[in-house]
């Protein structure tokens, strides 16, 4: 997920974004099967699904850690790929 901001290198989640806010909500809810609105806004129900998820997928620290998310991102592809 490209966030314009990264230029070459790996995107980065900055928790500013309120559209990558809603791509965030909308791969857990409709990947991953949390009953989680997408409203854009970074909510506590939001950062509680996320870290359960990122728990559950074996990742450590905020989605902000280049680390987690691009472990979150390509383990939503691959989910994505197995449900084809």
Request: overall charge positive.
């Amino acid at each position: 997920m490209d966030n314009g901001v990264s230029g070459g290198g790996m995107s980065t989640f900055t928790g500013r974004s309120r559209v990558q806010h809603q791509a965030v909500q909308a791969i857990c809810r409709q990947l991953w099967g949390r009953d989680l609105p997408i409203t854009g806004v970074w909510d506590t129900a939001t950062r509680q699904a996320v870290n359960g998820l990122l728990g559950q997928l074996g990742l450590a620290g905020p989605l902000t850690r280049q680390e987690s998310w691009q472990g979150f991102l390509r383990a939503s592809v691959r989910r994505w790929a197995e449900a084809r």
